[in-house]
C-alpha cells in the first residue's frame, strides 16, 4: 500500500515509522476484527490464516492487554492512532512481549481499516540479556517503577510498587487512578500528562497524603517523571519512579514547626497569650488536640511557691491555653481559665513532680482517674471525646516547672518517640518565652504598683477648679513609662496644675517620674513663679547627673530629657500664667465652645540645657477648660507619628459630652487603644472664680496705730461670713503680720481676707525680704510674731510678686480644734 489522499499512512510508511524494519503487519477492520493475515503473523504467534483471520485483535493478546482493545479501536478510529507494549499470546499458549503501534489507513476500495504493526521485542538483539539484567536491578530495589502508555494505563511495573498501593502484576492496564486510592490521582496525572506532551522530564515532584487506613496515616512520596518516545521521536509513554520520603517529610516538618514556633511563640510578655501561642502552633502538625494548664502563681506573675510538689499531692492548675480540631468537645474543656483539679497520681501531676514527660501510644478509653471536677473531669472518658494517643509535658524553664501541655490525637498514627521529642523541644522553647512573661508580668504589677502610689490616689476638691484626670499605661511590649500629673493648691486659694513626662520605660522610670513629681511639689510650696520651677527643677535634673557622673540609664540619668508643663491659676482674677520645658502646650476650651492650643513658648527638656524658661500669663473666663496632656495623647495607633495629633486633640475635644470627668475618658478612649504604644495622661480642669463676697481688700497706711484698726476690720468681715469661732485666732495672726509689715517693710500695706475651702489672711507690703521663724528666749521682749502664727494657723508662708512680697496664713473653717493658749503662748 502507499500513502492515500486523507494523509494516513500506508503499510510501508507506518512500518519505516516504527521501531524496528521487520515489524509484523496486520489488518483489522473498524470493529477490531482481523481481515489480513501474512506468514511473518503465522512465524510470530504460531496462528496459520484460517485460524487468525475473523478473530478478533483481543483474542490474540493476554487477558490483561486484550481489555484495552475496544478502547484503543474506538479511539484509533478517531485519530492517528497509538503506539504502546503489549502481550501477544501464541497458539501454544506462552507470553510473547511486543511493541505495538495502530494507525487508520484506507483501502483501494475506499473502506477505512486499522493498520496493526507488531515488532517482537524478545527476539531483537541483546533483548534476553537486556531483561535479565533489568529485571535484576529492579526487582530488589526499594524505588517503585512503572510505565504507563499515552492513555496512562501501566504496562509494566516492578515488585517495589507494590508498597505504593495494589500489586505490581494486577495494575497491568490499569489507570494510575484505579491503583493509587491514597494519592491525589489527579495531580499526579497532570503531570504525567505534561510529560507526554511536552516531552520535559519532571524530577521531584513530591505529593504529601494520607493511606486509608485505621488510624490514618500520612505519607510523603517522590516522583519523578520520563517519556519514553519510538526512533521518530513519537511518544509511546511515560517512565516514572517513586520514592517514599515519608521520614524526610516528617524531619522537616519538624524544623519546619520549631520555625514556626520561634516566630510565633513569645511575640507578647502575655502568659496567656504566649500560652494560647503554644497552642495555636502545635496544631494541626503535631496534635489534634493540645491544652496548656498553667500554676496559678504563674498567671499572676508571682514568685512559685517555696517546696517541690509529690505525687500525692492533688494539683490545681488553670488553663491558659486551648486548640483543637474538633468542634465537638465539651465546653468545659474548651473554657479557658477554667480550672483544673488533678488527682494525686495522675500522669499530669507526675509529670508535674517528675519533670519528666509521659507518653501513651493508646489511651484507656475508658479511664477517668485523672482528673477531678472541671474540665470534664468524670463527666466524659476518653473513649466518649475520641482521644486515643497522648503526651503530657512538663513546662519547665530555669530549674522551675511551671504547668504541663497536654498533646492529644484521636484517628491519627499514635504518639511516637521522635513525637515526644519534638513536643520536649516546642515546649521548651515555649518555657522560656512563658518564664520571661511571668517575670515581665510580676516586674510590671510591681511598676505599676509603684507608679500607682506615686500618682495622686485622689485629686483634691477646690473651689478654683473642677478637674478629672486620665491615665492609661502603657502595653506589655514596651512597659509602663513615666508619665504623670499633679494638681496642687497653692497660698491664696491658686492652684498649680502639672503634667510631665520623664523618658523611657520601666521601674527606673516610674522611680524617676516619683523624684520629679516629689521635687514639683516642694518647690511648688516655695510659691514660686512657673519658669522658676521649671529653672529649679532642671538643675536638679541635670545637676547630680554631672557631678556624680550617672549613667544615662540610672536614676539621675533617666531624668534628663523629661518634659514638664506648669500652671498656675488664681480664682481670685482668673488669671492663670504657665511654664513648659520639652512638653506639649495645653488645650484651651472656651465656654463658648471655641477649641484651640495656648500660644505658648516651649522651653528645652529638663537636664539638656538651653535658653531660659519663659512663661506666659493671660485671662481666663469662667468656665473654660485646660487640657494638659502627654504627647501619648497625641500620637498615631497606627503610623506611630504625632504628626497630626493635635488636629486629631481638637476634633475629639469638640465631640466630647459637656460633662468634665466624661469628657477627659471619652477623649483618651477616641485616641488612644487600651493597650497603647505610650502612656497617656490626660488631666482636664474648668475653672472658677471666686465671688465678689469671698474676698475682702484693704488697703492699710504704714502706721503702727492702724493694727487696731485692721484688727477691727478682720472681724466685721469674720461676723459677716459667719466665722465668729475664728475671731479670736484671726485678730491675732492680722496683728502679728501687719504688725510685722508695717515695722520692717517700706512701702504700702494691704490686707486682704478670702474665704473658701478655708480662710486665707494675706499682707502685701514693698519689701523684699523674707521673714524668718524664731524661737525667743523666755525673757526676750520680741520676736514671737511668726511663731504665734505658726501655732495659730495650718501652714503659712511667704510669697513673692512684682512688686513686693505677700506673708500668708490659713486657717481651717472649723476652727483652732485642739489648740490651746499654752500651745499658742509657749513659756519657758
Same mark, same amino acid.
Given at each position: 500500500?502507499?500513502?492515500?489522499?486523507?494523509?494516513?499512512?500506508?503499510?510501508?510508511?507506518?512500518?519505516?515509522?516504527?521501531?524496528?524494519?521487520?515489524?509484523?503487519?496486520?489488518?483489522?477492520?473498524?470493529?477490531?476484527?482481523?481481515?489480513?493475515?501474512?506468514?511473518?503473523?503465522?512465524?510470530?504467534?504460531?496462528?496459520?490464516?484460517?485460524?487468525?483471520?475473523?478473530?478478533?485483535?483481543?483474542?490474540?493478546?493476554?487477558?490483561?492487554?486484550?481489555?484495552?482493545?475496544?478502547?484503543?479501536?474506538?479511539?484509533?478510529?478517531?485519530?492517528? #492512532?497509538?503506539?504502546?507494549?503489549?502481550?501477544?499470546?501464541?497458539?501454544?499458549?506462552?507470553?510473547?512481549?511486543?511493541?505495538?503501534?495502530?494507525?487508520?489507513?484506507?483501502?483501494?476500495?475506499?473502506?477505512?481499516?486499522?493498520?496493526?504493526?507488531?515488532?517482537?521485542?524478545?527476539?531483537? %538483539? #541483546?533483548?534476553?540479556?537486556?531483561?535479565?539484567?533489568?529485571?535484576?536491578?529492579?526487582?530488589?530495589?526499594?524505588?517503585?517503577?512503572?510505565?504507563?502508555?499515552?492513555?496512562? =494505563?501501566?504496562?509494566?511495573?516492578?515488585?517495589?510498587?507494590?508498597?505504593?498501593?495494589?500489586?505490581?502484576?494486577?495494575?497491568?492496564?490499569?489507570?494510575?487512578?484505579?491503583?493509587?486510592?491514597? +494519592?491525589?490521582?489527579?495531580?499526579? !496525572?497532570?503531570?504525567?500528562?505534561?510529560?507526554?506532551?511536552?516531552?520535559?522530564?519532571?524530577?521531584?515532584?513530591?505529593?504529601?497524603?494520607?493511606?486509608?487506613?485505621?488510624?490514618?496515616?500520612?505519607?510523603?512520596?517522590?516522583?519523578?517523571?520520563?517519556?519514553?518516545?519510538?526512533?521518530?521521536?513519537?511518544?509511546?509513554?511515560?517512565?516514572?519512579?517513586?520514592?517514599?520520603?515519608?521520614?524526610?517529610?516528617?524531619?522537616?516538618?519538624?524544623?519546619?514547626?520549631?520555625?514556626?514556633?520561634?516566630?510565633?511563640?513569645?511575640?507578647?510578655?502575655?502568659?496567656?497569650?504566649?500560652?494560647?501561642?503554644?497552642?495555636?502552633?502545635?496544631? @494541626?502538625?503535631?496534635?489534634?488536640?493540645?491544652?496548656?494548664?498553667?500554676?496559678?502563681?504563674?498567671?499572676? #506573675?508571682?514568685?512559685?511557691?517555696?517546696?517541690?510538689?509529690?505525687?500525692?499531692?492533688?494539683?490545681?492548675?488553670? *488553663?491558659?491555653?486551648?486548640?483543637?480540631?474538633?468542634?465537638?468537645?465539651?465546653?468545659?474543656?474548651? &473554657?479557658?481559665?477554667?480550672?483544673?483539679?488533678?488527682?494525686?497520681?495522675?500522669?499530669?501531676?507526675?509529670?508535674?513532680?517528675?519533670?519528666?514527660?509521659?507518653?501513651? &501510644?493508646?489511651?484507656?478509653?475508658?479511664?477517668?482517674?485523672?482528673?477531678?471536677?472541671?474540665?470534664?473531669?468524670? !463527666?466524659?472518658?476518653?473513649?466518649?471525646?475520641?482521644?486515643?494517643?497522648?503526651?503530657?509535658? @512538663?513546662?519547665?524553664?530555669?530549674?522551675?516547672?511551671?504547668?504541663?501541655?497536654?498533646?492529644?490525637?484521636?484517628?491519627?498514627?499514635?504518639?511516637?518517640?521522635?513525637?515526644?521529642?519534638?513536643?520536649?523541644?516546642?515546649?521548651? =522553647?515555649?518555657?522560656?518565652?512563658?518564664?520571661?512573661?511571668?517575670?515581665?508580668?510580676? !516586674?510590671?504589677?510591681?511598676?505599676?504598683?509603684?507608679?500607682?502610689? +506615686?500618682?495622686? *490616689? *485622689?485629686?483634691?476638691?477646690?473651689?478654683?477648679? &473642677?478637674?478629672?484626670?486620665?491615665?492609661?499605661?502603657?502595653?506589655?511590649?514596651?512597659?509602663?513609662?513615666?508619665?504623670?500629673?499633679?494638681?496642687?493648691?497653692?497660698?491664696?486659694?491658686?492652684?498649680?496644675?502639672?503634667?510631665?513626662?520623664? @523618658?523611657?520605660?520601666?521601674?527606673?522610670?516610674?522611680?524617676?517620674?516619683?523624684?520629679?513629681?516629689?521635687?514639683?511639689?516642694?518647690?511648688?510650696?516655695?510659691?514660686?513663679?512657673?519658669?522658676?520651677?521649671?529653672?529649679?527643677?532642671?538643675?536638679?535634673?541635670?545637676?547630680?547627673?554631672?557631678?556624680?557622673?550617672?549613667?544615662?540609664?540610672?536614676?539621675?540619668?533617666?531624668?534628663?530629657?523629661?518634659?514638664?508643663?506648669?500652671?498656675?491659676?488664681?480664682?481670685?482674677?482668673?488669671?492663670? %500664667?504657665?511654664?513648659?520645658?520639652?512638653?506639649?502646650?495645653?488645650?484651651?476650651?472656651?465656654?463658648?465652645?471655641?477649641?484651640?492650643?495656648?500660644?505658648?513658648?516651649?522651653?528645652?527638656?529638663?537636664?539638656?540645657?538651653?535658653?531660659?524658661?519663659?512663661?506666659?500669663?493671660?485671662?481666663?473666663?469662667?468656665?473654660?477648660?485646660?487640657?494638659?496632656?502627654?504627647?501619648?495623647?497625641?500620637?498615631?495607633?497606627?503610623?506611630?507619628?504625632?504628626?497630626?495629633?493635635?488636629?486629631?486633640?481638637?476634633?475629639?475635644?469638640?465631640?466630647?459630652?459637656?460633662?468634665?470627668?466624661?469628657?477627659?475618658?471619652?477623649?483618651?478612649?477616641?485616641?488612644?487603644?487600651?493597650?497603647?504604644?505610650?502612656?497617656?495622661?490626660?488631666?482636664?480642669?474648668?475653672?472658677?472664680?471666686?465671688?465678689?463676697?469671698?474676698?475682702?481688700? =484693704?488697703?492699710?497706711?504704714?502706721?503702727?496705730?492702724?493694727?487696731? !484698726?485692721?484688727?477691727?476690720?478682720?472681724?466685721?468681715?469674720?461676723?459677716?461670713?459667719?466665722?465668729?469661732?475664728?475671731?479670736?485666732?484671726?485678730?491675732?495672726?492680722?496683728?502679728?503680720?501687719?504688725?510685722?509689715?508695717?515695722?520692717?517693710?517700706?512701702?504700702?500695706?494691704?490686707?486682704?481676707?478670702?474665704?473658701?475651702?478655708?480662710?486665707?489672711?494675706?499682707?502685701?507690703?514693698?519689701?523684699?525680704?523674707?521673714?524668718?521663724?524664731?524661737?525667743?528666749?523666755?525673757?526676750?521682749?520680741?520676736?514671737?510674731?511668726?511663731?504665734?502664727?505658726?501655732?495659730?494657723?495650718?501652714?503659712?508662708?511667704?510669697?513673692?510678686?512684682?512688686?513686693?512680697?505677700?506673708?500668708?496664713?490659713?486657717?481651717?473653717?472649723?476652727? @483652732?480644734?485642739?489648740?490651746?493658749?499654752?500651745?499658742?503662748?509657749?513659756?519657758?
Amino acid at each position: 500500500m502507499g500513502g492515500h489522499e486523507d494523509g494516513h499512512e500506508g503499510p510501508d510508511v507506518a512500518r519505516q515509522g516504527f521501531d524496528v524494519a521487520d515489524a509484523v503487519p496486520l489488518l483489522l477492520d473498524p470493529q477490531g476484527v482481523v481481515t489480513n493475515w501474512t506468514g511473518p503473523a503465522e512465524r510470530l504467534l504460531g496462528y496459520p490464516a484460517a485460524e487468525a483471520v475473523g478473530r478478533k485483535l483481543a483474542e490474540l493478546l493476554i487477558a490483561e492487554d486484550a481489555e484495552r482493545v475496544p478502547d484503543l479501536v474506538g479511539r484509533c478510529r478517531a485519530d492517528d #492512532g497509538w503506539a504502546g507494549l503489549m502481550t501477544a499470546r501464541h497458539r501454544d499458549g506462552r507470553p510473547v512481549p511486543v511493541m505495538v503501534r495502530i494507525t487508520r489507513t484506507m483501502e483501494p476500495r475506499g473502506r477505512s481499516s486499522l493498520l496493526v504493526l507488531l515488532s517482537e521485542l524478545a527476539g531483537s %538483539a #541483546g533483548w534476553d540479556m537486556s531483561r535479565v539484567v533489568l529485571e535484576q536491578m529492579v526487582t530488589g530495589s526499594s524505588i517503585g517503577l512503572a510505565i504507563v502508555d499515552t492513555d496512562l =494505563r501501566y504496562v509494566w511495573s516492578n515488585t517495589a510498587l507494590e508498597q505504593f498501593g495494589g500489586p505490581a502484576q494486577g495494575r497491568l492496564g490499569l489507570r494510575f487512578a484505579d491503583v493509587q486510592p491514597g +494519592l491525589d490521582a489527579e495531580s499526579v !496525572e497532570a503531570q504525567m500528562r505534561r510529560v507526554l506532551e511536552t516531552g520535559e522530564p519532571v524530577v521531584g515532584y513530591e505529593y504529601v497524603g494520607q493511606v486509608r487506613s485505621a488510624p490514618l496515616r500520612e505519607t510523603a512520596y517522590m516522583l519523578s517523571f520520563t517519556r519514553l518516545d519510538d526512533d521518530r521521536g513519537r511518544p509511546m509513554g511515560v517512565y516514572y519512579s517513586v520514592v517514599d520520603i515519608t521520614e524526610r517529610h516528617r524531619a522537616r516538618q519538624r524544623l519546619a514547626l520549631l520555625d514556626r514556633a520561634g516566630e510565633h511563640i513569645g511575640r507578647t510578655l502575655d502568659v496567656t497569650r504566649t500560652a494560647q501561642e503554644l497552642a495555636d502552633v502545635a496544631v @494541626p502538625e503535631l496534635a489534634d488536640l493540645v491544652t496548656v494548664d498553667l500554676l496559678e502563681t504563674v498567671l499572676r #506573675g508571682a514568685e512559685l511557691p517555696p517546696g517541690p510538689l509529690t505525687e500525692t499531692d492533688r494539683v490545681s492548675l488553670r *488553663r491558659a491555653g486551648h486548640r483543637s480540631l474538633y468542634e465537638d468537645l465539651p465546653r468545659k474543656i474548651r &473554657e479557658t481559665g477554667a480550672v483544673t483539679n488533678f488527682l494525686a497520681g495522675s500522669p499530669p501531676v507526675r509529670c508535674l513532680t517528675t519533670g519528666r514527660s509521659w507518653r501513651q &501510644e493508646q489511651l484507656d478509653p475508658l479511664a477517668t482517674e485523672w482528673l477531678e471536677g472541671v474540665p470534664g473531669g468524670r !463527666e466524659a472518658t476518653f473513649l466518649e471525646l475520641g482521644l486515643q494517643s497522648v503526651m503530657i509535658v @512538663p513546662i519547665r524553664a530555669r530549674g522551675i516547672t511551671l504547668g504541663i501541655t497536654g498533646f492529644f490525637r484521636r484517628r491519627r498514627d499514635p504518639f511516637s518517640e521522635d513525637d515526644l521529642n519534638l513536643a520536649e523541644d516546642l515546649v521548651s =522553647r515555649a518555657a522560656v518565652c512563658l518564664d520571661n512573661a511571668r517575670r515581665y508580668t510580676r !516586674e510590671r504589677d510591681a511598676t505599676l504598683v509603684l507608679q500607682r502610689s +506615686l500618682l495622686p *490616689r *485622689r485629686l483634691p476638691e477646690l473651689d478654683a477648679v &473642677e478637674v478629672s484626670a486620665c491615665y492609661r499605661p502603657a502595653d506589655e511590649l514596651t512597659g509602663l513609662g513615666g508619665d504623670w500629673y499633679d494638681l496642687i493648691p497653692l497660698s491664696g486659694a491658686r492652684v498649680a496644675l502639672v503634667v510631665g513626662e520623664v @523618658p523611657g520605660h520601666g521601674i527606673d522610670a516610674a522611680a524617676a517620674m516619683g523624684r520629679l513629681r516629689t521635687a514639683v511639689r516642694t518647690l511648688a510650696a516655695l510659691d514660686l513663679p512657673p519658669e522658676e520651677v521649671l529653672a529649679h527643677l532642671d538643675d536638679l535634673v541635670s545637676g547630680p547627673a554631672r557631678d556624680e557622673g550617672a549613667e544615662p540609664e540610672g536614676t539621675y540619668g533617666q531624668s534628663v530629657g523629661s518634659g514638664c508643663l506648669y500652671v498656675v491659676y488664681d480664682p481670685v482674677d482668673g488669671r492663670c %500664667a504657665m511654664a513648659a520645658a520639652g512638653h506639649p502646650v495645653p488645650a484651651l476650651v472656651t465656654p463658648d465652645g471655641t477649641v484651640g492650643f495656648v500660644d505658648l513658648l516651649v522651653g528645652p527638656p529638663l537636664g539638656v540645657g538651653g535658653p531660659p524658661f519663659e512663661a506666659m500669663e493671660l485671662s481666663l473666663a469662667e468656665g473654660s477648660t485646660l487640657a494638659l496632656h502627654t504627647d501619648g495623647l497625641l500620637t498615631d495607633t497606627e503610623t506611630g507619628s504625632t504628626a497630626g495629633g493635635q488636629d486629631r486633640l481638637l476634633q475629639a475635644l469638640q465631640e466630647a459630652p459637656p460633662s468634665l470627668e466624661t469628657r477627659c475618658r471619652a477623649v483618651v478612649d477616641a485616641l488612644v487603644p487600651v493597650r497603647p504604644y505610650d502612656d497617656v495622661a490626660l488631666l482636664t480642669a474648668r475653672t472658677r472664680l471666686l465671688d465678689a463676697d469671698q474676698v475682702a481688700v =484693704r488697703d492699710l497706711p504704714v502706721d503702727p496705730a492702724v493694727v487696731a !484698726e485692721a484688727r477691727r476690720t478682720a472681724t466685721r468681715q469674720l461676723a459677716h461670713w459667719g466665722l465668729d469661732e475664728l475671731v479670736f485666732t484671726t485678730e491675732l495672726i492680722v496683728s502679728e503680720l501687719v504688725t510685722n509689715a508695717i515695722r520692717h517693710a517700706v512701702g504700702p500695706v494691704r490686707l486682704r481676707l478670702i474665704r473658701e475651702r478655708a480662710l486665707v489672711c494675706e499682707v502685701f507690703d514693698g519689701g523684699a525680704t523674707t521673714p524668718h521663724l524664731r524661737h525667743p528666749r523666755a525673757m526676750d521682749e520680741g520676736g514671737r510674731g511668726l511663731l504665734l502664727v505658726s501655732q495659730l494657723a495650718q501652714r503659712w508662708g511667704t510669697r513673692f510678686v512684682p512688686d513686693g512680697k505677700v506673708i500668708w496664713a490659713e486657717q481651717s473653717l472649723t476652727g @483652732p480644734g485642739d489648740l490651746s493658749l499654752e500651745m499658742a503662748f509657749p513659756s519657758e
